[in-house]
């Protein structure tokens, strides 16, 4: 299985980086990862809506030049639905044996994702109501994958 992690921004702190890398490394067994990163867009603390929503389009714009088809896209956004690890483990290996051979998920930047993007994708995921900053949630969405892969094939780690 090939799994991408579409995302908004770079990664600065090198506690971050080391974090995604161990998981990167740890995940190599069970599935080929690939982590694109897009532009992201200044977004000044007094911005208006209007201008939000030019960031938004402007950063989903790139995010969507990155999406081919047949590939089942998931959009990290807080209205979406949330699982505990088994469900999540559960749904990652439904989408295999039912043939999606490419899972893409996408985090957005600071403002989050533009509708074009969270229209087009297949599932949204939310991993609590609470807001993340996009840098750490990178470390949790590619946690909780490796703790998936784990789970299915009946490896410890989950507990």
Known sequence: ???????VGKIKEPFYR??????????GRYAKLSII??????????????EKMQI?????????KQIHSGTYVIALAIDGKAYDSI?????????GVNGASHILFVIGGSLGLSKAVLDRADLRLSFSNMT???????????EQI???FRIINGEPYHK
């Open 87 to 95: 469900a999540f483990a559960e749904k990652i290996k439904s989408l």
């Open 18 to 27: 080391e974090a995604i890398f161990e998981f990167q490394k740890r995940l």
């Open 1 to 7: 299985m090939k799994i991408t992690i579409l995302t």
């Open 132 to 142: 993340f900053p996009h840098q750490l949630m990178r470390v949790i969405l590619l």
């Open 146 to 148: 490796y703790r998936s």
């Open 56 to 64: 938004l389009e402007k950063e989903g714009g790139r995010l969507l």
């Open 37 to 50: 990163e897009v532009p992201d867009e200044k977004a000044p603390e007094e911005a208006g809506e209007r």
